[in-house]
């Protein structure tokens, strides 16, 4: 048996420290177990602010922006679908988290008190899958972000870099070297343990909002605002099919937000006061959510009566207002915007991908990985 020391040795130094087996034969570790008490460091106001972060980044603009195209009614019907929405997923928000704040246990934890444990597993193997697909697509989104940064930064010399990948690839090199460059620049964040990210978030919630403030103020002037909302796109009138196409509204918004709904007890659980992430969380995340998606509609139709483009994503308005207006001011406020929402991709990408799949590792593979293990993982398994 000598010759397989070398692998016991080598389980006993990846092996998380202090993990035990409970009665019912689980092996459990720090992160699994009830969160001790000088761990529970979230107050009232950081879950405000959680979830006020979270809904300002650029997936909620651009399927804000893009809802009137989608749907093809009226933006009023538009908005009070959203509206509508935007409060029922609140309100699962703020009952969601109230297990996790109370008991102070995760997402895998709370499942085996549902399913057992070991009919859990099968629903934390999908959570982690959803995870990875869209830690990746924010990750993309990053780079795209990312892309106008350098392009204000570096002018030409970067937007007019050869491509060396196949057109019908969808991508080019230069989306592709700034898609790294963003993965390389979340690394830090992974590393944070939840208990202490919070700060990053506060930050977040400062800035993000200037940034959407300063692009939806910017297109408004240069618009003289959206008028009519005409985008060059039919708008359906009749009852019947505006009923449909309003509940398609309502379905595509929950849809966007139903994962970071399960995820509530992930960050709920570090709450010092079980009716700290209750209100704030549903506050914070109504006001945002609904802000933004009305900003980018705006924004959008605005800019429109300008350019006759109507810019869905976030990245290719600020490419399209820098095609128009290649001054020094109209980069560096592109530059600026474009930078806060990266940081913001980065903030979404831990609270709502990182977080949860390192949690669900946690779950499988208590013996070996831990919170911060898993989001390291998780930033692997991306590229």
Known sequence: ??????????????????????????????????????????????????????????????????????????????????????????????????????????YPVLLRSVFGVWGYYLFVII????????????????????????????????????????KDQGTTTRLM?????????QWPVMIIHPTKIRHFFTFKALALPWATLGIFIYCCVVGHGPGNFDLGIKIYTDPATVGWKFMYCVN???????????????????????SSPL???FIGFMLSKVAIQLF?????ASYYRVSGVAYWNL?????GILDRHWTAGARTGCCLVAGAFCIGNMGTNLFGNALPFAADMTGLFPKYINIRRGQILMACICW
Not at 29 to 55: A, G, H, I, M
Not at 177 to 185: E, G, Q, S
Not at 315 to 319: A, G, K, T, V
Request: with cysteine; hydrophobic share 50%; glycine share 6%.
């Open 1 to 106: 048996m000598a010759k397989f020391d070398w692998l016991a040795n080598l389980d006993e130094k990846i092996s998380i420290k202090n993990t035990d087996i409970k009665e019912d034969g689980i092996r459990s570790n720090k992160d699994l177990d009830p969160t001790n008490v000088e761990d529970r460091t979230w107050r009232t106001y950081n879950f405000f602010l959680v979830w006020f972060q979270s809904s300002l980044n650029v997936t909620i603009w651009n399927s804000g922006a893009s809802l009137i195209k989608s749907s093809q009614i009226s933006y009023w019907k538009t908005m009070i679908a959203s509206v509508v929405a935007t409060l029922i997923g609140g309100l699962f928000v703020m009952w969601n988290s109230r297990a996790g704040a109370v008991y102070h246990v995760g």
């Open 127 to 166: 959570r982690g899958f959803v995870a990875i697909l869209w830690f990746a697509v924010q990750t993309y989104y990053g780079g795209c972000l990312l892309d106008v940064v350098l392009r204000c930064i570096f002018g030409h010399k970067w937007y007019n870099i050869q491509n060396h990948i196949p």
């Open 177 to 185: 070297v700034a898609f790294l460059l963003f993965w390389i620049c």
């Open 252 to 274: 595509s918004i929950l849809g966007s937000i139903s994962a970071m709904i399960i995820n509530q007890p992930d960050v709920a659980r570090y709450s010092k006061k079980p």
């Open 279 to 281: 209100l704030p969380q």
């Open 296 to 300: 980018a509609m705006v924004a959008v």
């Open 315 to 319: 990245w290719d308005l600020l490419n």
